[in-house]
């Protein structure tokens, strides 16, 4: 039984479709995906508790994916330069979603954040031309530089009370 899906393991496997993760596996490495440019479809099970940094990064035929309750954290770059990714399930499990995670996710219309997430790395949405609204989730204190930029189709923030500071070109 296959454990984990090791760091660059699919890295730029543009005919790649589609792909069903085991039951077993509880970790998808960094890379694994990266430039899979034809994925469009991908299944990940409840097992998986860790997905790494750029795991789906430039997988830019992928449209939505829903993250297993059993993942807690969005590494960085996780789904960097998505182009067709137009939504995406958080689950309440999520508590920080990384630096630069949805970044350049140009397609990005609907992004539900649960109340669980209390931290954002930098750039989280920069680039996300079409996200029209978002909501900050209550308990985040800061909203971090460049979360934003670039986010020409955003026409409403609500941003909770918790929230004491917004850094510069957020």
């Known amino acids: 039984n296959v454990t984990e899906i090791g760091?660059?393991?699919f890295y730029c496997c543009s005919s790649l479709t589609s792909i069903e993760i085991p039951n077993s596996v509880?970790?998808?490495?960094?890379?694994?995906f990266s430039g899979c440019s034809s994925l469009t479809s991908i299944t990940i099970?409840?097992?998986?508790?860790?997905i790494d940094e750029a795991a789906f990064n430039e997988c830019n035929s992928l449209t939505s994916i829903t993250?297993?309750?059993?993942?807690t954290v969005i590494e960085?770059?996780?789904?960097?330069?998505c182009d067709s990714l137009a939504s995406i399930t958080i689950p309440d499990s999520v508590t920080y979603i990384g630096e630069s995670a949805f970044q350049n996710c140009v397609s990005l219309t609907d992004v539900t954040i649960p109340d669980s997430v209390t931290a954002f790395g930098e750039s989280v949405f920069h680039g996300c031309k079409a996200l029209t609204s978002i909501r900050i989730p209550d308990g985040v204190t800061s909203i971090s530089k460049y979360m934003f930029v670039h986010c020409t189709g955003l026409t409403n923030i609500i941003i909770p009370q918790s929230v004491v500071s917004i850094d510069g070109m957020a």
């Open 7 to 9: 760091s660059k393991a």
């Open 26 to 32: 509880t970790l998808i490495g960094s890379r694994a």
């Open 45 to 50: 099970p409840n097992s998986v508790i860790r």
């Open 67 to 71: 993250i297993p309750d059993s993942v």
């Open 76 to 81: 960085e770059q996780t789904f960097f330069s």
